[in-house]
């Protein structure tokens, strides 16, 4: 979904509801970032511009998650995947491990709500990328390179498209129905 769908809040709610990790590119990047890591020096300034970082970093970042102990039972990826090539290069990395994608949920939601949204989350996270122009891009970026991704998935199994307007715990609900756990 786009930026400011509700991606984060759900996939916190449901890795908490299944006991699984969930595994944020966003927030491990940011991570990188404030601690000055290599990854960090290279993802800074893009992503404060709103574009997308890298696929090689990306997917590194992917690899070493998915080695960890805790990754074993299954993870609730959020944020990832976002091009084509990430949809390409995690299936392969899946596969390595005998795993796959069990679900793809897509979250559905208008560019006006998605707009008060951000505007909202600025006042509180005041994430550098929640500016005007930041989120601009953000949206173009969504639109030219992550929203192919969902035809990638469409034309391999099963996405689930998610009416991400309305309450948090409507939208969870919803979320546990289309996936039935
Ligand atoms: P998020 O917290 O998911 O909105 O991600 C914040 C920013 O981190 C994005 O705007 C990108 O610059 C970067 N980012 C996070 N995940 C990815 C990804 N899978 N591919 C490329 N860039 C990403």
């Given at each position: 979904?786009p930026p400011g769908a509700g991606k984060?809040?759900?996939?916190?709610?449901?890795?908490?509801?299944?006991?699984?990790?969930?595994f944020a590119t966003g927030d491990l990047?940011?991570?990188?970032?404030?601690?000055?890591?290599?990854?960090?020096?290279?993802?800074?300034?893009?992503?404060?511009?709103?574009?997308?970082?890298?696929?090689?970093?990306?997917?590194?970042?992917?690899?070493?998650?998915?080695?960890?102990?805790?990754?074993?039972?299954?993870?609730?990826?959020?944020?990832?995947?976002?091009?084509?090539?990430?949809?390409?290069?995690?299936?392969?990395?899946?596969?390595?491990?005998?795993?796959?994608?069990?679900?793809?949920?897509?979250?559905?939601?208008?560019?006006?709500?998605?707009?008060?949204?951000?505007e909202k989350r600025r006042g509180i996270?005041?994430?550098?990328?929640?500016?005007?122009?930041?989120?601009?891009?953000?949206?173009?970026?969504?639109?030219?390179?992550?929203?192919?991704?969902?035809?990638?998935?469409?034309?391999?199994?099963?996405?689930?498209?998610?009416?991400?307007?309305?309450?948090?715990?409507?939208?969870?609900?919803?979320?546990?129905?289309?996936?039935?756990?």
């Amino acid at each position: 979904g786009p930026p400011g769908a509700g991606k984060g809040t759900q996939a916190a709610l449901l890795a908490e509801r299944l006991g699984l990790p969930k595994f944020a590119t966003g927030d491990l990047l940011r991570d990188a970032v404030k601690r000055g890591t290599p990854i960090g020096l290279k993802a800074k300034a893009v992503m404060e511009s709103g574009q997308l970082v890298n696929d090689d970093i990306i997917m590194g970042v992917v690899r070493d998650e998915l080695a960890k102990p805790e990754a074993a039972k299954g993870v609730i990826f959020d944020g990832v995947v976002r091009t084509v090539p990430q949809a390409e290069g995690v299936a392969r990395l899946l596969a390595e491990r005998s795993r796959q994608m069990d679900c793809v949920l897509f979250f559905d939601v208008p560019d006006s709500e998605i707009l008060s949204r951000i505007e909202k989350r600025r006042g509180i996270e005041g994430r550098a990328d929640d500016d005007p122009a930041a989120v601009a891009t953000r949206l173009r970026a969504y639109r030219e390179q992550t929203a192919p991704v969902l035809d990638w998935y469409r034309s391999r199994g099963t996405v689930h498209l998610v009416q991400a307007v309305g309450k948090v715990e409507e939208i969870a609900s919803q979320v546990k129905g289309l996936i039935g756990r």
